[in-house]
């Protein structure tokens, strides 16, 4: 802050407009200002005068926060949703072929074609086991997931 301050508004002479965070004296509280002035300079480029408003944005800056971790949320939830959708169809997949070969496998009295599709078979569990682990690892990444920042910028 004090280096804008210095290089574009002292030095260069330019409107001073600025959001930035501040920690109240009286109590300690964090809170959000918006800085809006101009400097006056003498004849030597020497500021005598600043005009200007501190405006406390801390309401408007929390309500915005608010508003992204919302839509973040939306964003999330439909995610989640395309991804059970999608998760859904990878189950009912081979799932069917399972059952399908199960079917099969009671009427087939070939010893080699039975085989077959006991392997079919296994192989289908192979695969919706790998779709557990997938969906167990997602849990897991998310419920280590970095807390959003409660910061706004």
């Known amino acids: 802050m004090s280096d804008y301050f210095m290089h574009e508004v002292i030095?260069?002479?330019?409107?001073?407009d600025r959001t930035y965070r501040i920690i109240r004296q009286n109590d300690g509280a964090l809170r959000w200002v918006h800085g809006l002035g101009r400097l006056e300079f003498d004849a030597e480029s020497r500021?005598?005068?600043m005009y200007?408003?501190?405006?406390?944005?801390?309401?408007?800056k929390q309500a915005e926060q608010r508003a992204f971790e919302l839509a973040l949320e939306r964003e999330r939830?439909?995610?989640?949703?395309?991804?059970?959708?999608n998760a859904s169809h990878e189950f009912r997949t081979p799932l069917t072929i399972m059952q399908t070969n199960l079917y099969l496998l009671e009427r087939l009295t070939d010893p080699l074609k039975r085989q077959q599709k006991r392997a079919q078979i296994e192989q289908?569990?192979?695969?919706?086991?790998?779709l557990v682990d997938m969906l167990a690892e997602v849990v897991r990444l998310d419920s280590h997931a970095l807390p959003h920042s409660s910061q706004p910028t």
């Open 11 to 16: 030095e260069n002479g330019a409107s001073f």
């Open 47 to 49: 500021p005598v005068v």
């Open 52 to 60: 200007g408003t501190i405006q406390d944005i801390t309401e408007r």
């Open 77 to 85: 939830i439909a995610l989640l949703s395309a991804f059970v959708q």
């Open 124 to 130: 289908q569990i192979v695969g919706i086991t790998r």
